[in-house]
């Protein structure tokens, strides 16, 4: 059984976990993280007071870690190792800048709190990032049916990914109004609508899906038309769920307000791709696919125009992160020798 925690430690978490915050400007998400990371050394540290921190502390807790495993039961991965011994390498440093503990901990202890080479190595290595071809998305998106309010509205949601690749978040705090289906435009006010960081992102409709703009079109025609929603109203309104005296709940037109969470979305296009018979995708993976198909062969200000579609703030992140190429199509990049297997999309 773990001890109680020590009233004293939590409060240097929390002071630390506030300056992360409001000086350093880290998300809440991010910050419950590293909340995390400072619980799991606590714990395993046996709740001793911070302030007699000794290096053997960090790498007993590196060894720690190399055996750990998650809740799978599988061993930590090496990018969640380094998430954990980053949190505390920031920690450390930032408790020998506090009073009262400058003449106990060293800034130089904090770098006790790294991963072996190889194994920071790893842990930067890019994972392979699965992602549907051009093709896959749009027979997906030609099986889903739209002959009910609830069927046009979830093949809006996934022509939109199609078309902009916009990240899940924002895309469920749309108002009708951010869209503007003459110009080809979504626009994203952080002010309005949930964006990464904070930043304005104006996203524009990729080329090679009008099929996904018509069904766009035609669901915001209906929410005009016959839902008579206004421009401050929800883009895609979540599924109202009424008492039934017989049946207990069933599903009955639409709220006029968002869905709370993601999780729709990605039931969504999960079901989508598997009505096609094809591998589940979620939806963060339409991101990838229009990074990889449009970095193939453009110029570079295309790509700064893709980057700047996806919200990059750096090109290199769109090229480090979703510009990945396939095994064979680097074959067939370095030798100029081509095979059927290459031809993508």
């Not at 921190?53 to 991965?77: D, Q, V």
């Not at 009708?176 to 626009?187: A, F, G, P, Y």
């Not at 009955?252 to 979305?265: A, I, L, Y």
């Not at 570079?300 to 703030?313: C, D, F, K, R, T």
Request: with cysteine; hydrophobic share 35%.
């Amino acid at each position: 059984m773990s001890k109680q925690p020590k009233e004293k430690n939590e409060r240097l978490k929390r002071r630390f976990v506030d300056y992360r915050k409001y000086a350093r400007q880290l998300s809440d998400k991010t910050l419950d993280r590293e909340l995390a990371a400072l619980e799991r050394f606590d714990v395993w540290n046996g709740r001793q007071d911070f302030d007699k921190f000794h290096i053997e502390w960090a790498m007993g807790f590196r060894t720690h870690l190399e055996k750990a495993k998650g809740t799978t039961g599988k061993p930590l991965s090496k990018s969640t190792t380094r998430a954990i011994m980053a949190t505390l390498r920031e920690f450390t440093l930032w408790l020998s800048q506090q009073d009262g503990f400058r003449s106990r901990i060293r800034a130089s202890d904090a770098e006790y709190f790294n991963l072996s080479r190889r194994d920071e190595a790893e842990a930067r290595a890019a994972p392979a990032r699965p992602a549907p071809s051009i093709k896959q998305a749009k027979r997906a998106f030609e099986m889903m049916p739209a002959t009910s309010p609830r069927e046009m509205r979830d093949k809006a949601v996934f022509a939109l990914l199609c078309l902009t690749g916009i990240r899940v978040g924002a895309l469920i705090s749309l108002r009708i109004r951010h869209v503007d289906l003459d110009e080809k435009s979504v626009t994203q006010n952080p002010r309005e609508v949930a964006t990464k960081f904070g930043k304005r992102i104006d996203t524009f409709f990729a080329k090679g899906f009008p099929e996904a703009e018509a069904a766009l079109r035609a669901w915001i025609t209906y929410l005009d038309e016959e839902a008579l929603y206004g421009p401050d109203d929800p883009l895609f309104p979540s599924t109202a769920i009424a008492p039934q005296s017989n049946t207990g709940f069933a599903v009955e037109g639409f709220d006029r307000r968002p869905w709370k969470s993601t999780e729709p979305v990605r039931k969504i296009v999960n079901t989508a791709f598997q009505a096609a018979k094809l591998d589940s995708f979620g939806p963060h993976a339409f991101r990838h696919m229009l990074a990889r198909h449009a970095t193939k062969d453009c110029t570079v200000p295309e790509l700064v125009a893709i980057a700047q579609n996806l919200g990059h703030s750096d090109v290199l992140t769109t090229l480090r992160s979703y510009g990945q190429i396939s095994r064979e199509r680097q074959r067939a990049l370095i030798t100029g020798e081509s095979g059927d297997d290459v031809l993508e999309d």
